[in-house]
């Protein structure tokens, strides 16, 4: 016999007629084991369960939670994470997706998090499976079910796409901001060395004599190299797209546009400027 909505009342009519009473006690018991399945289901918290959670009756075992976490390592990203899904809020408010209310409940949550995160005082849950899980749960903390459409039209592959291109663009700036700083250093020395001259070597002997300022600046012009290169690299237009659907084997319709781009990588944290490279005639 199969439980249904009706269930209650056909007990209660076989108690009073005294005929099926076994039949639906033995449906009821069922009914009520059904709900009570369902009440524990329903009181158990969705913070103590992952994203993929909604396949399965219970939470994963901590030690795979343990296993498959990523957050220790991918927290790092929480800067590039922020600006694309302020790409992606003002995208979505441009279609349609999202009302202009919503946006900007949404858009301040966004900025807040970048606060939080910046303070250090962001909280981690324990289900925060890696950076973008725990950004994504606190947005919609803050700013309610139009925070949980900061998901609408993109996976995390997406977003890990996106968020390792503009990390890398960032992190090759601080790069190149330091290969320029050594490239400082090194054309200072080779100043205060004058006329010193010290041997050349090849093969292990000693070969034609070098002056000192020559050899540092040897090491000057090929860091040159690589920082011209890097700074190509950085401000290449492909290293400014967003990767969305790219990861899933289709197209996504929606893209943000290319001033959403630029200004939420403009409002993103840490974002230092790329410094021309040295190079001297």
Request: charge should be negative; aromatic fraction near 4%.
């Amino acid at each position: 016999m199969i439980a249904g909505p009706g269930e209650q009342g056909g007990q209660d009519e076989g108690d009073e007629q005294g005929g099926h009473g076994g039949q639906d006690e033995q449906g009821g018991q069922r009914s009520a084991s059904s709900e009570e399945s369902g009440d524990r289901a329903a009181k158990k918290p969705a913070e103590g369960r992952p994203l993929w959670h909604g396949r399965f009756r219970e939470g994963p075992s901590e030690d795979l939670l343990a296993f498959t976490v990523s957050l220790p390592y991918d927290r790092r990203l929480a800067v590039d994470d922020l600006a694309g899904s302020r790409a992606h809020v003002a995208m979505l408010a441009r279609v349609g997706l999202l009302t202009e209310e919503e946006h900007a409940l949404v858009a301040a949550a966004l900025t807040q998090v970048g606060d939080e995160l910046g303070s250090g005082a962001f909280a981690f849950a324990p289900t925060d499976e890696d950076i973008h899980t725990a950004i994504e749960r606190r947005v919609t903390e803050l700013a309610g079910p139009p925070g949980a459409k900061l998901h609408t039209g993109r996976s995390r592959n997406d977003q890990v796409a996106l968020d390792l291109r503009l990390y890398l663009r960032r992190e090759g700036r601080d790069q190149i901001e330091r290969l320029v700083a050594l490239q400082e250093v090194l054309v200072r020395r080779a100043e205060e060395a004058g006329d010193a001259y010290l041997p050349g070597y090849t093969h292990l002997q000693r070969a034609q004599p070098v002056l000192l300022a020559h050899h540092l600046l040897a090491h000057f012009w090929a860091l040159a190299r690589t920082s011209i290169a890097g700074t190509t690299r950085s401000r290449a237009p492909t290293s400014h797209r967003s990767a969305q659907g790219r990861s899933r084997g289709r197209a996504c319709p929606w893209t943000p546009s290319r001033s959403e781009q630029i200004s939420a990588s403009r409002t993103s944290s840490r974002t230092p400027s790329t410094p021309s490279p040295i190079v001297t005639s």
